[in-house]
């Protein structure tokens, strides 16, 4: 009964919208499955059933393992097939329907292209919302499990892969020599060769808040101390330099409690690439990557934000231009053309995808021309063809 309760208000929708729409958006059903099915058996073919089929083989990865991972690394290719279906959907669907002359007959009792459009849109919308719902609630979940499944049953161990060379600035404010307020500096620089289960191994931290001089803390590796809310060190050495009478000291340790926050930690745990987070996760990382001084990479999560944003509406984009092809009175498109015309249309677009948003990660354009320029661009495209459609 729960079931229907909450397929009823959908019913209801669904049966007040006008006949035509209903009919369009009925017709657009089946080929949208089909590229759905297309595309992520060809992408998910290509990138990662082949890889796995070689591990199997010649690394000994056992065949359930292989299975889950396929299953678990399957949203994120659904998410990739959606714009590509939605493109293929309403070409195909449209270009039947203008080749039965059914488009004609409704330009004959008055209905105009951009009118016949509408369904089109409406489903790109609805698409658009279901790629942002999988990218953003499934996809990154679902990614970092592949990766622990595929490491434990190869045995390898997932902490050590995750940090290597971390690098924390931490910036304090101090009082200025003018009336302007306050001075941030740099206070400590906290390194890290690798991180491995919880451990940062072969520690250098720099301290300049010391008023003697610049202290170097060198130590063999370093855990989060949680009862004293401190870094404790191990095996090291704490060295003294400059001052007013230039003179150096240090001192052995076995053990040394050091007063700096989780942020070495976190940036440790922080996922490699950005589709392995959601958009709450890249914002904490975002800051969290500023706050430590590293001005590049959190540039490049700041364009992997905007882009999480930008990459759903591409659904609308290909919509529009995908429907204002085969609205056209003389379009007449197979499958097969239909997917060759496709993949090309895709293929543009992704290139001038990555195109823009190397140059929001280089800094050339701001993050968010960056990750929206390539859908206002297609929009246009769209709108242009909408026009000359409706000619």
């Known amino acids: 009964m729960a079931p229907r309760r909450l397929l009823r208000p959908v019913q209801l929708l669904w049966e007040?919208?006008?006949?035509?729409?209903?009919?369009?958006s009925g017709e657009l059903l089946g080929p949208l499955v089909f590229g759905v099915a297309a595309f992520t058996t060809v992408s998910l073919s290509v990138g990662v059933v082949f890889e796995l089929v070689r591990r199997v083989a010649e690394s000994g990865l056992p065949v359930a393992a292989a299975m889950q991972v396929l299953g678990l690394r399957l949203p994120g290719?659904?998410?990739?097939?959606?714009?590509?279906?939605?493109?293929?959907?309403?070409?195909l669907a449209y270009s039947r329907l203008s080749g039965s002359s059914e488009l004609t007959a409704l330009r004959s009792i008055g209905v105009s292209t951009t009118r016949m459009v509408v369904p089109a849109l409406g489903v790109a919308v609805l698409m658009s919302l279901l790629t942002f719902a999988f990218n953003d609630l499934i996809v990154p979940a679902a990614n970092l499990q592949a990766a622990e499944t595929l490491n434990e049953a190869l045995g390898r161990s997932v902490a050590t892969?995750?940090?290597?060379?971390?690098?924390?600035?931490?910036?304090?404010?101090?009082?200025?020599?003018?009336?302007?307020?306050?001075?941030?500096?740099?206070?400590?620089?906290f390194y890290a060769r690798r991180f491995d289960k919880g451990e940062m191994q072969d520690v250098t931290v720099l301290d300049f808040t010391r008023e003697n001089g610049t202290q170097m803390l060198q130590a063999r590796k370093g855990t989060w101390n949680v009862e004293q809310g401190m870094w404790e060190f191990r095996d090291g050495q704490v060295v003294m330099a400059g001052g007013e009478q230039g003179t150096t000291t240090s001192a052995k340790f076995d053990r040394y409690l050091y007063p700096l926050d989780q942020g070495p930690l976190k940036l440790a745990a922080l996922p490699k690439d950005a589709a392995s987070m959601s958009v709450g996760e890249a914002l904490s990382a975002e800051q969290l990557l500023r706050e430590a001084g590293d001005q590049k990479e959190a540039r490049r999560m700041r364009v992997r934000i905007q882009e999480k944003f930008a990459f759903p509406t591409i659904c609308l984009?290909?919509?529009?231009?995908?429907?204002?092809?085969?609205?056209?009175?003389?379009?007449?498109?197979?499958?097969?053309?239909?997917?060759?015309?496709?993949v090309l249309l895709i293929f543009s677009y992704y290139l001038m995808s990555f195109i823009f948003s190397s140059l929001?990660?280089?800094?050339?354009?701001?993050?968010?021309?960056?990750?929206?320029?390539?859908?206002?661009?297609?929009?246009?495209?769209?709108?242009?063809?909408?026009?000359?459609?409706?000619?």
Do not use: C, H
């Open 16 to 24: 007040r919208l006008p006949l035509m729409d209903r009919w369009l």
């Open 77 to 91: 290719f659904l998410v990739l097939s959606f714009p590509m279906a939605t493109l293929m959907a309403t070409l």
């Open 161 to 189: 892969e995750k940090g290597s060379n971390i690098i924390y600035s931490r910036f304090s404010l101090r009082p200025a020599n003018n009336d302007s307020g306050a001075d941030r500096y740099l206070s400590q620089l």
């Open 317 to 342: 984009v290909f919509g529009l231009i995908g429907s204002s092809l085969g609205v056209r009175p003389d379009a007449r498109t197979s499958r097969s053309q239909g997917f060759g015309i496709s």
């Open 360 to 391: 929001g990660v280089k800094g050339t354009l701001a993050p968010f021309l960056a990750a929206w320029m390539p859908v206002f661009i297609g929009l246009a495209g769209g709108l242009v063809l909408l026009r000359q459609a409706s000619r």
